[in-house]
């Protein structure tokens, strides 16, 4: 079992920053992958940026983020961070951590993750 735990969230205006950070613990050396979700109120949830340890650290951004926001790890503290400059009010909504152990086509492809956070909420204001 691999435990989630999110935090950073909060409400900024429109062009702010928030960086969100997800802690990782129990099986860890079971994950190769983590990425970070997010679902707005009535919406499907989106895969949003994703890091791969085993090819490197090598990471994928949704289109909608790309220039935006960077996922990076602290693999000594088992901390996946999301840095997001330039928010708008379209990337409000509950954002969430995940971890697996992957191929590289579903780490970036996929919310085929086994282990969830609980989330936390991002409210941008115009």
């Known amino acids: 079992q691999i435990q989630l735990v999110e935090s950073g969230g909060g409400s900024v205006q429109a062009g702010g920053s928030l960086k969100l950070s997800c802690v990782a613990s129990g099986y860890n050396d079971r994950r190769n992958c983590m990425g970070w979700f997010r679902q707005a109120p009535g919406k499907p949830r989106e895969g949003v940026a994703h890091?791969?340890?085993?090819?490197?650290?090598?990471?994928y951004y949704a289109d909608s983020v790309k220039g935006r926001f960077t996922i990076s790890q602290d693999n000594g503290k088992n901390t996946v961070y999301l840095q997001m400059n330039s928010l708008k009010p379209e990337d409000t909504g509950m954002y969430f951590c995940?971890?697996?152990?992957?191929?590289?086509?579903?780490?970036?492809?996929?919310?085929?993750?086994?282990?969830w956070g609980q989330g936390t909420q991002v409210t941008v204001s115009s």
């Open positions: 995940a971890a697996d152990f992957l191929p590289p086509e579903l780490c970036f492809g996929s919310d085929k993750y086994d282990y």
């Open positions: 890091i791969f340890s085993g090819g490197g650290g090598s990471t």
